[in-house]
């Protein structure tokens, strides 16, 4: 058996278009043969019978075994064409199998992977170009509000104060008063702001003091006790994870404080042997992952949030899961290769 389930495979092998020339070159072969046997008997009574049976029953076997044989041959392409449906309808991470039963239809497997291959690429270079572009922004107008809008309220700040002491006026020097306040109170929305849009210790000194400090200053504006752990980190990431960290830490923050109605945060960051891993779990009132990941739509600003999320942790070549349901709270796991090909050419270079 051994000896003919190889010549099979050979035969399998063989392109379609000299399976079906092999074919059918058999069929004639044995048709011209036997017919030309059946040319020497036409002188007998049966002769006349026999040759139409013999040309029904060779169109029959003709056309079966055509039929067999294109359906064995093209099965490859039809299993090819389902996946290229299916890839179309959005399901852009199959890919066509190579079976070895036909070169042509696995040249066209290989071709077709190669392409979606290339589209995939680009899509993850043009996501990079647009999050950087994003990341560069954030940066530029944390810097202007830091050192331009500040120091102009600064300036008011002490000019508002030095008018005070020179007004003698109880009711004028209350309403001064107040201006300042005020003055005080924009003055620390617009750090906030800067802060948030791009901190300065995510740059400065790495991704785990920005986090201790946004957290800290997180817990003084929301009634939300953060517990934060850290396992490794003997050295800093490179600018690109660190970005991708921090951004993933503070939109499950931010959804937290908006939609979940939590109480506690567990936030633990661990760099394991080739891996970082994230895990961000809360016991608010959980939602349905699903739901919003799918088509979020008006009003499902946490929807955006969860799908920038993956972007972002895709980009690098790392895994984003979310287990959540209503009324069991949520938790986050993330997963950073530490070196994966293209890492270096990533996303976010913000330095």
């Avoid at 030309?36 to 002769?47: D, F, I, K, R």
């Avoid at 399901?91 to 290989?110: F, H, K, V």
């Avoid at 960290?245 to 979940?260: D, F, G």
């Avoid at 070549?317 to 090909?341: C, M, N, Q, Y």
């Amino acid at each position: 058996m051994a000896p003919i389930q190889t010549l099979l495979k050979r035969l399998l092998r063989v392109p379609v278009l000299y399976k079906v020339l092999i074919a059918n070159s058999l069929i004639i072969f044995v048709g011209a043969t036997v017919g030309t046997w059946l040319a020497t008997q036409l002188h007998t009574s049966y002769g006349p019978t026999i040759l139409v049976i013999f040309v029904a029953a060779g169109w029959s076997v003709s056309v079966l075994l055509n039929f067999v044989l294109l359906q064995i041959a093209f099965r490859p392409l039809i299993h090819l064409n389902r996946v290229m449906g299916r890839v179309q309808s959005g399901e852009r991470t199959l890919r066509a199998p190579i079976t070895g039963s036909d070169p042509l239809a696995d040249q066209l497997a290989s071709t077709f992977n190669t392409m979606l291959k290339a589209i995939d690429d680009a899509d993850r270079q043009r996501a990079t170009q647009i999050i950087n572009a994003m990341e560069e922004e954030r940066k530029r107008i944390a810097r202007e509000l830091h050192d331009e809008t500040s120091q102009v309220l600064t300036s008011l700040l002490i000019s508002l104060a030095v008018l005070e002491e020179s007004i003698t006026t109880d009711e004028a020097r209350e309403r001064i008063a107040e201006t300042r306040m005020l003055a005080h109170r924009t003055l620390r929305a617009i750090r906030n702001l800067s802060i948030d849009l791009r901190p300065s210790a995510l740059d400065d000194l790495g991704l785990l003091p920005a986090l201790r400090w946004y957290i800290k200053e997180y817990q003084k504006k929301f009634p939300i006790t953060v517990d934060f752990q850290a396992v490794g980190f003997k050295q800093r990431l490179t600018a690109n994870m660190e970005t991708v960290l921090y951004r993933i830490v503070q939109e499950s923050l931010t959804n937290v404080a908006r939609h979940a109605n939590a109480k506690h945060v567990s936030i633990e960051l661990k760099e394991e042997e080739n891996t970082i891993y994230a895990c961000i779990s809360d016991d608010g009132r959980g939602f349905s992952p699903e739901q919003l990941q799918k088509v979020p739509g008006p009003g499902q600003e946490r929807g955006w949030g969860l799908v920038g999320m993956h972007e972002r942790a895709n980009l690098l070549g790392g895994t984003l899961t979310i287990d959540s349901k209503p009324g069991a709270g949520t938790t986050i796991h993330v997963r950073i290769p530490l070196e994966t090909e293209g890492t270096q050419d990533a996303v976010l270079t913000s330095r």
